[in-house]
Every structure is written in C-alpha cells, then in structure tokens.
C-alpha cells in the first residue's frame, strides 16, 4: 500500500510553546489530507480536512486558530498546535487519500504530543 | 461525532479461535472501512466493502454488511497471538470523503 510518513512520532514541549506535526505521502499525491486526535483507548475524532491550495475545513468544536493546518503541496500537510497547553496532550494521526469516498485512507504512525 | 458503535469493547480469544466483531452506524454510506491499530501506532486498512456489497474476503479476515440493519461484521478466522490490536469500522457517507470511526473493538488473543 501507499506510504504516509507522519514527523515527528513523539514530541514533549512546554506549555506555551507551539508544535508542527509534519505528515507526507512518500509516494503518491495526495489531494486530501485528514488530521485526528485519539484520545488513550479511545476512537479517532477527526479534526479537520485539508485540500491541497485551500484553506482546512474544521469540524465543530476544533479552533483553528489553536490548530493551524496548512496543505501546501500535494505530498505535504502540517499541523501546528500553537501556544499549547497540557489538555492539548494527545496522539495525533494523519492521513492521506487521492481519490473520492471508494479509495481507502493511508494513515501515518501518528505523533504523541505531551505538553508539561 | 463518532458515526457509530461497535461491539464487544473488548474480546479476549485463544489462539486459534474465530473472533467476530461488530459495528453499526447511523446514516447511509458509501463503503464501510475496517482498519487496524496496534497500541500507540497508525492505523492500517484491512478491507473495503462498498453499500452494494454483502460480502467480502481476503485472507484470514471476512467482512459482512447488512445495509437494511446498518450493520457489518468483521470475522478473523484461526487468531494468531500477532492478531492482538484494537479494530475499527469507519464509514464514508453522501459526497465526503472523510472516515466517521467507530468506537472500537480491543482484541487480545492469548497464546
């Protein structure tokens, strides 16, 4: 299957500080891009959908300004958490599609964030 | 939200055992996905069926859907001990194409 290689996979910061959480598809291109936050034993709740050249498109509930999101390139999305705090703590998963709803979803190793 | 539920939570086999899950959801879709995650990992796609679909195999795994009930099922036949991760469902509905997940099945199979 198609590779998606998200960076860093663990990252501890200090409250306050911002974090970009890089995810790339190796080996195709990828005309969307989805983040998720995943709580400990907990399903994925997806935070926002990226298009490559526009601007996110967040679900309700999810600040954008608190978690910006840019698609820059069609093998390149970021997330960057800003000015975070401890409940920012958490795993953070993307993944990666070039085709309509039948295509299946490539996922990264997703990026525990721990903010202390 | 998430779109739907999934059960058991948790389902804990023998080696060699068939587990079966299962999961329901709310509104109409265009496929069913089931993907699979080890602790603190990605999550990895197993299988597709898609809504005119009743039935799909590949391997070890077979996958049902009842789109009448708005139901699937995901069976994993002869477990192995590597089998052991937790297993979701996840919808794709109307015109998105984003992933709705379910809820969860933790599978544990003992060697």
């Known amino acids: 299957g198609a590779v998606v290689s998200q960076h860093p996979s663990w990252v501890i910061c200090k409250s306050g500080t911002s974090v970009k959480i890089e995810c790339r598809s190796l080996?195709?291109?990828?005309?969307?891009m989805f983040w998720y936050r995943q709580f400990p034993k907990q399903s994925l709740m997806l935070m926002a959908t990226?298009?490559?050249?526009?601007?996110?498109t967040y679900e309700q509930g999810v600040e954008k300004d608190k978690f910006l999101i840019n698609h820059a390139s069609l093998t390149l999305s970021t997330l960057t958490v800003t000015s975070a705090h401890p409940e920012d703590s958490s795993f953070y998963i993307c993944?990666?599609?070039w085709g309509g709803g039948n295509t299946e979803a490539f996922f990264g190793q997703g990026t525990r964030l721990t903010v202390v | 939200s998430q779109q739907g539920e999934e059960d058991p939570q948790a389902l804990s086999i023998q080696e060699g055992e068939n587990a079966t899950m299962n999961c329901s959801y709310k509104?109409?879709?265009?496929?069913l996905q089931w993907y699979r995650q080890n602790s603190g990992r990605g999550l990895v796609h197993l299988i597709l069926?898609?809504?005119?679909?009743r039935e799909k195999h590949s391997g070890r795994l077979r996958v049902t859907l009842d789109t009448s009930k708005k139901s699937s099922s995901l069976l994993i036949t002869a477990s192995r001990a590597a089998d052991t991760a937790s297993y979701f469902c996840?919808?794709?509905?109307?015109?998105?194409?984003?992933?709705?997940f379910g809820s969860g099945t933790q599978l544990t199979v003992l060697p």
């Open positions: 509104t109409s879709i265009n496929n």
């Open positions: 069926i898609r809504s005119n679909e």
């Open positions: 080996d195709f291109q990828a005309t969307t």
């Open positions: 990226s298009n490559e050249g526009s601007k996110a």
């Open positions: 996840a919808t794709v509905g109307g015109s998105a194409r984003q992933l709705t």
């Open positions: 993944s990666a599609t």
